[in-house]
């Protein structure tokens, strides 16, 4: 297995609170996403990282901010959390180099915004 | 933009019975194409993929076969079993990496 972890697994929140979710990465990988899963939609991208300090936007980036200092963490951070935000979020990793390039998912978070 | 279509669920079978779980797209280039399972209460796993046309992926048991023609991709196994009861997504490579999903398709196997 890939060792991608999340922090925390489950979380509750008020509305307008601000909510980071972490990843962490031990493979060295390139690349890191954040998606987020609702019922009807799959999986959609929030935002990417292709290097430390290089994110770039996703389908669904509004309300959402991202930060990579480190190979091995990338943040998600919810500024002011809203009900439309609860979701079950999952990172993955990519080696990148290639179109073709599994990703790897970690566990995910339940995030659920009251 | 890019997107795939995968048929609605859920799918419910009994063990031994031919599955067909279908995938069409939509890209303006030449993507990589890719089945993924999420089984209960965990991530996403590949579970096959294919990278041009006339391709077929295959993985314990399940296969797929890329068709530009009728831009399809979908998931077959001649004889399903209980365990193979998950969440099943078909999903696209579009530039930087970046996989656009299906809906997702929840089958059951029944005993």
């Known amino acids: 297995d890939a060792g991608i972890t999340q922090s925390p697994r489950h979380k509750v929140t008020e509305t307008g609170t601000p909510v980071t979710l972490r990843c962490h990465q031990t493979?060295?990988?390139?690349?890191m996403y954040w998606y987020r899963q609702d019922p009807g939609h799959g999986l959609r991208l929030i935002h990417y990282s292709y290097g430390v300090k290089d994110t770039d936007k996703g389908e669904v980036s509004d309300g959402y901010s991202v930060s990579r200092s480190k190979t091995e963490d990338f943040l998600l951070t919810l500024e002011s959390a809203t009900s439309s935000q609860t979701s079950v979020y999952f990172c993955a990793i990519s080696e990148g180099g290639g179109q073709a390039r599994e990703q790897y998912f970690g566990p995910g978070t339940r995030l659920t915004v009251t | 933009g890019d997107s795939v279509t995968q048929m609605e669920g859920p799918v419910t079978l009994s063990e031994e019975a031919f599955l067909t779980i279908n995938c069409t797209y939509t890209?303006?280039?030449?993507?990589?194409l890719f089945w993924y399972v999420q089984y209960p209460g965990e991530g996403l796993q590949l579970l096959l993929k294919?990278?041009?046309?006339?391709d077929k992926g295959s993985n314990k048991g399940f296969e797929a076969t890329y068709r530009k023609e009728t831009t399809s991709f979908h998931l077959e196994k001649g004889s399903v079993q209980v365990s193979d009861s998950a969440v099943y997504f078909c999903a696209l490579i579009e530039g930087a990496q970046k996989l656009v999903f299906g809906q997702g398709t929840r089958l059951t196997i029944n005993p």
């Open positions: 493979e060295n990988h390139r690349y």
């Open positions: 294919a990278t041009k046309a006339d």
């Open positions: 890209a303006t280039g030449y993507p990589s």
